[in-house]
Structures are given as C-alpha cells and as structure tokens.
C-alpha cells in the first residue's frame, strides 16, 4: 500500500494539520520513483510520529532537472522581484508561527516554547534579513586606464545542492535558503532523514508565496543515498553541507566530480575559558546556556570549559546548582520545560556511551551522569557535568553532541590558551573576563571562527557564522553569508578603439 501524499495529524498541543508526505518539487509533492519511505520518530515518546517519502538518486535528478529547468526564468528575476517574494515567505511565517513551532517540537524534541518557537522566529529573521539584501546585490566598476572601463557583476550559481542536519532543522532550512533564493539561485535542499516533517510543512509556504514552480525543491531522503547524489550531481553547481565533520569530507570529496563550489559547516569541540577575574555568575549563565540548549545538540556548543584553580571549585558549585534550578526536563510540550530529550535512540546510546567513557576515564561526575526515564519514554539523559578531566580524554577531544560537559583547571593565560586550542576544531571560542586587553589578546589567539566575550553561543543573522580547521569551509549569515551565493563575473569593455 503505498503512503498517501498528505495525511491529518492532531498535534500534543492539540493543533491540527495536514502533514504532507511527498517530495516538493515543481511546486507539488509526488511520490519517490522507488516508492521508499522514511519513519520520523517523537524524541519524547519513542512512537511514530508519521512517515515520508525517501528520495534516492533517481529523485535527486529529478529535482535538479526541476530547478535547472526553472534556472532559465529564474536568473532573469529582479532583485526586487526576489526580495518580494522573500518578503511574502516572512508574512506567511509570521501567519504560521505557531503551528510550524509545535511540528518543530513534535519532530525534533525541542521543547515547544523555550526552543522551537524561538527556532522559527529567528527563521523569519533570516528571512527578512536576506529578502532586504536581494536587490542590494551589486558589483563594481573598475576604471583604471582611460582605453578601457571593467566591471564586476556578482551571479548567482545556478542549482544549488543544500544538506542539512537534525538539530535546527527549521533553522538550517532557513540559513541556506533565503540568501540563496536572495541570489538568484534555484535550489535542491534535502532535510535529515531524523527530522523531515517540519520543512515539508515549510515547503507548502513556498507555493503559496508564489514562487515560481521548481526554484525550490525540497526532499527527504537518506545521506547515503540523496545526500550523496546531491553532492556528486555533475548538473549541480554548489553544495552547501550542514553535518559532522565526517560527512563534510565525503561531501567535499564528492563535489570534486565536477568541481563545484563547496560550503561546509561541520563539528566542534568549543572551549570556554572563565579567567580568575571573570563576572563568576555571568560566567556561570552563559556557560549553561552553552553546552545545555537544545540539548546540547548544537555545533558550537561550548562542551569544555577551563576554570582558573583559583574560582574552579565555587564555579562547579556555582554551575551545578544553576543547571539544577534553571534546566527543568521533560516532555517538549509541558510548560517550563527547557531540557527535551535527545532527537533519537542512537543519539541517545551514542551520549550514554560517552558518559560512561568520560566515567571509566576517572573524570568526576558533579551532576548527572545517566539517563532520566523519569521524564518520559524517549531518549531523555540528564545534564551531565564532568570535572577533573585531562587532555587527553576521550569526553575532551572528541564532540558528544549532547548535555555534557567536561570541566578542567588551568593556572596561567599561556595555559589556558593552549589548552582551548588543542583541538582539530576550531568553530567557537569563549572567554570570561573583566580585563578588557586580555579579553582582546584571547579573540587574537583563540583559534576558532567565532570568539565570544563574556558570552557563548550568541548568534545573530547579521553576523558571520561558520568553522575554521576541521569545523568548515565558509561563512553562512550576514552579508558573508549571501557572497557563498554568487560568483563574480568580470566584464572588460575596450574604450581604445573610439579615442
Ligand atoms: P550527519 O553528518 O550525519 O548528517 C548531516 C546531513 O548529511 C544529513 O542530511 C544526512 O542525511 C546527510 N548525509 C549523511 N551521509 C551523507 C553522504 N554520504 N553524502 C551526503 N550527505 C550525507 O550529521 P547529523 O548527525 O545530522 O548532525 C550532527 C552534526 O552536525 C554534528 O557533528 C554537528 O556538530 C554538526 N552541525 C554543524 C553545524 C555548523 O553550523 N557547523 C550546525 C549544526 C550541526
């Protein structure tokens, strides 16, 4: 029997909607060639929340057909025509808020009001940040030699391939999406096969705004499969990833088929280094807010932190007890809740694994340190505090991807330099002072793509985001963001012959 193409769902929360189940391409949802599917699964319960169809390489060049095939109208589009467009997506979502908040907690776990409501309402940021930069997309004009005038125009690619994980999954949609439909690209975006449900919901958005049919195509599908079609596909031109640094490989190495242009944001391993003359609770906030939100499962997570010997115990007592009174667990859509469970069972095994690692490695369990069946069915684990750790453990260099933390001690600024920077990764970096010429040398020294002082994990659609070393390749928001959209052409006008 095959799947219908949309089936009624009535959500926890008592919204109901109709979820679609097909592949969005062309501006309608079809059926997968083969006819395979995907189970989503509820974090909290352990149940099936619905299923969806899979898309494999036969699909993939369909969709890319699609897109190619709308490229031809596309390119010639104004930027003013785009930014409308764009414009009328942040109506629809602002219209929409609520409902796509509860099928964003209901497919990833994220607690409904503290997490997931935010997650789309910073989508329509993106979405109005980058409609704002559409007809603002200009080159410039070189003027060098009175025989000849040159000048720049900045293209957009053509097809765009984008691959994006389960943490965000709303979020990562909206990343790529609006400074490339913002470009002038046309564009294939395949969500995780952990979470599909939200972003076909999101698809629906685009017809309605009034996108024209195969400019955005988006499918669910396996990585091993679509995801890796996607990025070998000889007819697309750019691929943007969103994953685990061993999958950023792959996909770079896939790419080189035709040598298409590559971004990349991969994983991490952060540090946050708390000085001994930091703000002691600030420090203590920002450090929760860290490692702690959405699960932990976020890239720049900051999951090592570096106390002074001089503050390290009151901060560990100080860090327990906050996490203790501020991150309540339990079911995405009980109010005040702020920990959900882990998006899946392997995540979940995956984190247990690492806790008893980080156990059998001798670190100090200060708070946590097991799985919490007591807030529901799912995949639900307790924030989790390692103290004591060295270098050289596990739970130090390797990303979790989950609500654990590894503390350690440090005695000088050398120290902790050294300590912060000795990891293959290098997407975030925090530091904690009141000393404003320290604060400034430790941005200077950190190595990573984004330093914050007295804070972490502060994002901002105006500001570049993104890894260095094993973390990425390129930048997503901000006008650095939107410049992974286009290609400059160069245009040499000769003035020589009417002198
Ligand atoms: P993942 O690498 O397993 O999967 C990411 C995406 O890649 C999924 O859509 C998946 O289907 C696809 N994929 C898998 N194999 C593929 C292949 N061979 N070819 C092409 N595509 C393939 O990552 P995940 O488990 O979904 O997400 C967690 C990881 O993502 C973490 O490592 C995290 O740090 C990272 N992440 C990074 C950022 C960032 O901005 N740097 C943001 C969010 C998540």
């Not at 497919?107 to 940021?125: F, H, L, M, T």
Request: a negative charge; glycine letters at 8%.
């Amino acid at each position: 029997m095959s799947l219908p193409l949309e089936y009624e769902v009535t959500l926890p929360s008592g919204a109901k909607f109709n979820q679609p189940a097909g592949l969005f391409i062309n501006n309608e949802f079809v059926e997968s060639i083969n006819k395979k599917t995907i189970e989503s699964v509820n974090p909290s319960t352990g149940e099936i929340n619905g299923s969806v169809y899979a898309a494999e390489s036969e699909d993939v060049d369909v969709a890319v057909a699609a897109a190619r095939t709308a490229f031809k109208l596309w390119r010639k589009s104004t930027g003013v025509e785009r930014g409308n467009l764009l414009f009328k997506m942040v109506a629809l979502m602002e219209q929409e808020l609520e409902l796509l908040s509860d099928i964003e907690a209901w497919d990833s776990g994220k607690p409904r009001d503290s997490n997931a409501y935010g997650d789309v309402a910073e989508c329509i940021n993106v979405f109005k940040y980058y409609a704002g930069w559409a007809d603002k997309i200009q080159g410039k004009v070189i003027y060098q030699d009175p025989k000849k005038l040159a000048y720049t125009v900045h293209e957009p690619y053509g097809v765009c391939a984008q691959i994006i994980p389960w943490n965000y999954p709303m979020l990562m949609a909206a990343w790529k999406l609006a400074p490339a439909l913002a470009a002038g690209n046309c564009v294939v975006l395949k969500s995780s096969e952990i979470t599909p449900l939200s972003i076909l919901y999101f698809a629906t958005l685009f017809k309605r705004a009034g996108f024209p049919p195969g400019v955005v195509n988006i499918i669910s599908g396996y990585g091993a499969t679509a995801g890796k079609a996607m990025a070998g596909h000889l007819d697309v031109d750019k691929v943007a990833f969103t994953g685990s640094t061993a999958t950023g490989r792959l996909v770079q190495q896939l790419a080189t088929s035709n040598l298409k242009a590559v971004t990349l944001e991969c994983g991490g391993k952060s540090p946050l280094v708390v000085r001994a003359d930091a703000d002691l609770d600030q420090a203590v906030k920002w450090a929760a807010i860290g490692i702690m939100s959405n699960m932990g499962q976020i890239c720049t997570s900051t999951s090592r932190i570096y106390v002074h010997e001089d503050v390290y115990e009151s901060f560990l007592e100080k860090f327990a007890a906050h996490v203790t009174a501020e991150y309540q667990q339990g079911d995405m859509f009980q109010d005040n809740v702020v920990v959900g469970p882990q998006v899946s069972q392997m995540q979940f095994d995956k984190i247990m694994k690492y806790i008893d690692i980080g156990k059998s490695e001798g670190a100090r369990v200060v708070l946590g340190g097991e799985a919490n069946p007591s807030a529901g069915k799912g995949f639900f684990i307790k924030p989790t505090v390692f103290a004591d750790v060295k270098p050289s453990f596990r739970i130090v260099k390797e990303e979790i991807f989950g609500p654990v933390v590894a503390v350690g001690k440090f005695s000088t600024d050398e120290e902790a330099l050294e300590l912060a920077n000795s990891t293959e990764y290098g997407l975030g970096a925090a530091i904690f002072t009141k000393d404003l010429v320290k604060a400034h040398q430790f941005a200077a020294d950190l190595q990573a793509g984004q330093i914050w002082i007295n804070s972490s994990n502060d994002s901002d659609v105006h500001i570049p985001f993104g890894g260095t070393k094993m973390s990425g390749v390129g930048r997503e928001l901000g006008e650095y963001g939107l410049q992974m959209y286009t290609e400059t052409k160069a245009v040499h006008v000769n003035l020589g012959s009417v002198l």
